[in-house]
């Protein structure tokens, strides 16, 4: 018979408050994924990195996974989210230098 466990999480009151992001650059390797969470805001140079989050290729399916089944929820509940203009591509971090311009 299979036990019904409970997860239970800490969470910090320096990390409940959350941070914003409006860009997210993800890169991989064979062995892990690296989100960093990004804000780009008008006045500033250059996004400012706030949080970077490793993972392993398994663990970002199921991120994946989980999205895609929170964002039809969502899509159900209030709407269908809608993306203005062309869709953006995807760049290496690989692809720029470290003074953060394109190689």
Excluded: C
């Excluded at 780009?40 to 895609?68: D, F, V, Y």
């Excluded at 929820?73 to 591509?89: A, M, T, V």
Aim: glycine share 6%.
């Amino acid at each position: 018979m299979e036990e019904n466990k409970q997860l239970q999480l800490e969470l910090k009151p320096e990390v409940a408050k959350g941070s914003y992001s409006n860009l997210a650059i993800i890169s991989h390797s064979h062995s892990e994924f690296v989100i960093d969470f990004a804000t780009m805001l008008p006045g500033l140079q250059k996004p400012e990195i706030s949080n970077r989050i490793l993972m392993t290729p398994e663990h970002a399916k199921r991120l994946l996974n989980a999205l895609n089944d929170n964002i039809g929820k969502y899509e159900n509940q209030f709407g269908r989210i809608e993306l203005p203009g062309s869709p953006k591509g995807t760049f290496n971090l690989a692809d720029f230098n470290p003074n953060g311009t394109k190689s």
